[in-house]
């Protein structure tokens, strides 16, 4: 079984704070995230982003992937997923909040 890498944050069905939590987490080790998820995660995984970046790191830039996955459904037939891959950077040149 393959480990997986510290930088890569999984979205699931967590609170959207608990994945904002681990973002932070991987950051204090790794200068690059990277932010996954598939099908109906994708919205936490984007509201998880946004919230990392405008309430705790505001200097971070991002990439965004989106894909299609193939898989194979309850009845087994296969079927497509939409996927999203979120790649966030600390940057010293993004825009800082308002105020600031």
């Known amino acids: 079984m393959?480990?997986?890498?510290e930088n890569v944050v999984y979205i699931?069905?967590?609170p959207i704070l608990a994945y904002v939590t681990a973002i932070m987490t991987a950051f204090s080790r790794n200068p690059e995230v990277v932010v996954k998820a598939r099908g109906r995660s994708i919205s936490t995984a984007v509201d998880a982003a946004e919230v990392t970046r405008t309430r705790f790191l505001s200097e971070l830039t991002s990439e965004v992937?989106?894909?299609t996955e193939e898989m194979?459904?309850?009845d087994e037939r296969p079927r497509?997923?939409?996927t999203i891959e979120i790649i966030m950077r600390k940057s010293p040149e993004a825009k800082k909040p308002s105020g600031s």
């Open 2 to 5: 393959s480990e997986k890498p």
């Open 12 to 14: 699931g069905s967590k």
């Open 65 to 67: 992937t989106i894909g």
């Open 72 to 74: 194979k459904g309850e």
């Open 80 to 82: 497509n997923v939409s």
